[in-house]
């Protein structure tokens, strides 16, 4: 494997640790600011679209799993995820699969895997949320579930990776050399 590759490899690594350091960053703060969740929302425009909220999540997305048993939570919520990134980042160190921009994508969903795994790890009440976003009642629901810098970044790379993967031929892929006139 030359160089050039292995740099390309880890350059999109930036990615990660700038959203690790982001989400961190701006959950201290919401922490800090809002000790106690639930109790103060800032309407960023005024209009109810957009609420900076301290909520804690203690299970994952959309809270599922915030009915186990608090012994069956970190097998779940930590030990589970890290060896799941684990595998993919075994996946995508040996694979030659993955353009420059999936590359990036998969730092995007790492940046964010980490940052959440993070909170499970030394935030005891749970993985601190603080964006919520009015959703006008599409799917029933009036507000989107309450997210975090590292829940967007898990989900907006996850859906352009899958799109750019269902799109894009294969990186890993043979293409031909310059054809020359033959004659």
């Known amino acids: 494997m ?52 301290h909520v804690r999540n203690p299970a994952i997305a959309f809270s599922l799993g915030h009915n186990l048993p608090e012994t069956w939570r970190p097998l779940l919520f930590i030990v589970l995820p890290i060896i799941v990134l684990g595998f993919l980042l075994g996946y995508y160190v040996k694979s030659r699969e993955f353009s420059p921009f999936q590359r990036w994508l998969f730092a995007g969903i790492l940046g964010g895997g980490i940052g959440n795994i993070l909170d499970r790890i030394f935030r005891p009440k749970g993985v601190v949320d603080f964006i919520s976003v009015k959703f006008f009642g599409f799917l029933g629901m009036e507000r989107w579930p309450t997210f975090n810098i590292a829940d967007a970044s898990v989900v907006v790379c996850g859906i352009l990776l899958l799109i750019s993967t269902l799109i894009s031929p294969r990186s890993g892929e043979m293409k031909p050399a310059n054809k020359e006139a033959s004659g």
């Open 2 to 53: 030359s160089v050039h590759h292995t740099q390309s490899k880890a350059l999109p690594f930036l990615l990660s640790g700038f959203i690790i350091l982001v989400d961190q960053l701006v959950k201290g703060f919401i922490v800090t600011h809002w000790p106690d969740p639930n109790t103060w929302i800032l309407d960023v425009f005024g209009n109810d679209l957009l609420w900076i909220i």
